[in-house]
């Protein structure tokens, strides 16, 4: 049976089913109502279902890589997905806020993802490195299921599969996939996928996923949120910076338009 719409986590190994818990439990605060599935390889045994409405498992090629099994199971629970409307959330991911909106953005699109701007690696076209492609970022990914995305993440896996040694990573073997299918995507804001070891802006509301590890993720996502206003996070200090929330930002403005005029 596929259902409509639906949260997608996938994990090898019981490290990972312990992390996509994790964050589950955070999704579950925010959106008490979502239905969730984890898909595991057949070498991880099927865990409880805990908070999940699906567990399975399918099958990955033997690989005797844990960094390709990890991929693996990724893209292809990603194709394997029991939704016709995937949010696909890494295991290191926190929800902050409900973000069903997506749902229906993905109405126009075949495709949602946000930028990596870390990423050091370029997509490959003819032997030769795309410089100035730089690639999205795969631990958020929103999609619909057809026959446009099944081919496009099928190509996905097999471009990083065949050069593997090359990326070390599926994000720019995605670009390299995305050069050769029509599929219709849009590039979202940071706030569905902030990476918050990173210098990054925000331009305005709240910051809706965090993605990485730490010990208090609740705390960050707090002061991320103190203020919805344009604003930079800055990971050294551990906090967000703004033009306005200083109490010189009146002198500032005032030295800054006597300079200008």
Known sequence: MINKEGYLYTASGQKYV???????????????????????DSDT???????????KQIEVPQSGNKKIASHSI???????????????????????ENCQELFEVLDWFDLLICHDYHETRWPLLDNKELIGCNPYNSGVVVYKKNTVTESFIQDWYDRFISNYDIY??????FMEAL????????SL???????????????????????GRHLNLEQIASRLNESEKH?????????CQSWYDSSTYKER?????????
């Open 18 to 40: 312990d992390e996509a818990k994790k964050a589950l439990r955070s999704l579950k605060e925010v959106h008490p109502d979502a239905i969730a599935a984890l898909l595991i």
């Open 45 to 55: 045994p099927i865990p409880e279902l805990h908070n999940f409405d699906i567990i």
């Open 74 to 96: 990724k893209l292809l629970g990603m194709l394997h997905t029991p939704f016709e409307k995937t949010f696909f959330l890494d295991t290191d991911t926190y929800m902050c």
């Open 168 to 173: 070390q990573g599926d994000q720019p073997a």
């Open 179 to 186: 050069l050769h299918h029509l599929i219709k995507v849009y």
């Open 189 to 211: 804001q940071t706030i569905y996928n902030f990476r918050f070891n990173q210098f990054l802006t925000i331009s305005y509301g709240k910051v809706k996923i965090l993605h």
């Open 231 to 239: 604003r930079c996070w800055n990971p050294r200090k551990w906090r």
């Open 253 to 261: 403005l005032y030295n800054l338009k006597k300079n200008l005029f």
